[in-house]
C-alpha cells in the first residue's frame, strides 16, 4: 500500500547541471500536481498532468522547466541548467480525480544547488 | 499578491488548551477550503476541509470556522497534544481551479507538555 513515492528525497547539483524529480502516484491515481516549497514560504502550485496530457501548466517558469507524465513509469520534473534559485523542496500530489481533499502528497524531494 | 494569508508565523499551546489557527484570503471565488498538517522532512497531510456553502465542519478534535463575509477560516484544535506540533497550511481552490490549490505561508504549531 504504497503511498506518493518521490525520488531522490535529497538531489545536489551544480549550477548549470539538469535535475529530474521523479514522482510514483498512488496505485489507481491518475491525476499529478507538482508544487514548489522555497524557503519560508508555502507551496506553490506548478503543474498539473494526467496520463500523456499537461492540464494546467500556469504554475511553471517559462523557461528551464518542464513536466510529463508518460503512459508507463513516473511523473517527471525536469529542471534544465539548474540555478541558485531553483534551490527548494519540491512536493508531488496524486488524486484519483480532480480536487484537493483526494490529494496524497509524497515526501517530497529537496533540490540543493551549489 | 498572496491569496491566502497566515499571519502568525508560529503559535505556542498548552497541552490540553484550544489551538486556534487563523487563515485569511482574499478571492471570493475560492469556494473550498482545506488545512493541511506538515511535520518536518514529510509531505503534507489532509486533515480537513469545508466547503463555502457551510460555516462549520467537525472530526474529532479538530474544527474548522468559515466566515465568508469577512473572508476569514480557523482551525481548532481541542484539546491539543503534543503530537500535534507541526507546521499547518491553510489552502484554497474554486471550481474552475481544477483541484489547483493555493496555500498559505503556514503557522507553526508548537504543543508544550
Known amino acids: 500500500n504504497a503511498g506518493v513515492m518521490q525520488n531522490p528525497r535529497h538531489l545536489v547539483r551544480r549550477r548549470g547541471q539538469e535535475a529530474r524529480l521523479r514522482c510514483s502516484p498512488m496505485?489507481?491515481?491518475?491525476?499529478v500536481y507538482w508544487y514548489r516549497q522555497l524557503p519560508e514560504e508555502g507551496l506553490k502550485f506548478m503543474v498539473y498532468?494526467?496520463?500523456?496530457?499537461?492540464?494546467?501548466e500556469s504554475g511553471m517558469p517559462k523557461e528551464r522547466f518542464s513536466a510529463e507524465f508518460p503512459k508507463e513509469g513516473p511523473s517527471i520534473l525536469r529542471i534544465q541548467q539548474v540555478v541558485r534559485g531553483d534551490s527548494a523542496a519540491y512536493f508531488c500530489?496524486?488524486?484519483?480525480?480532480?480536487?484537493?481533499?483526494?490529494?496524497?502528497f509524497g515526501s517530497g524531494t529537496r533540490l540543493t544547488v551549489v | 499578491d498572496q491569496q491566502v494569508k497566515q499571519n502568525s508565523p508560529s503559535l505556542s499551546v498548552q497541552e490540553g488548551r484550544i489551538s486556534i489557527l487563523n487563515c485569511d484570503y482574499t478571492?471570493?471565488?475560492?469556494?473550498?477550503f482545506l488545512w493541511y498538517k506538515k511535520y518536518p522532512a514529510e509531505g503534507p497531510t489532509f486533515l480537513i476541509s469545508i466547503s463555502s456553502i457551510k460555516d462549520k465542519n467537525e472530526d474529532g478534535r479538530f474544527t474548522v470556522f468559515l466566515n465568508k463575509s469577512a473572508k476569514h477560516l480557523s482551525l481548532h484544535i481541542v484539546p491539543s497534544q503534543p503530537g500535534d506540533s507541526a507546521v499547518y497550511f491553510c489552502a484554497a481552490s474554486y471550481g474552475g481551479s481544477q483541484g489547483n490549490l493555493i496555500f498559505g505561508k503556514g503557522t507553526k504549531l508548537s504543543v508544550k507538555p
Open positions: 500530489a496524486s488524486s484519483p480525480g480532480v480536487g484537493g481533499e483526494g490529494y496524497t
Open positions: 496505485k489507481g491515481h491518475s491525476h
Open positions: 478571492n471570493s471565488m475560492f469556494d473550498y
Open positions: 498532468l494526467q496520463k500523456e496530457n499537461i492540464i494546467d
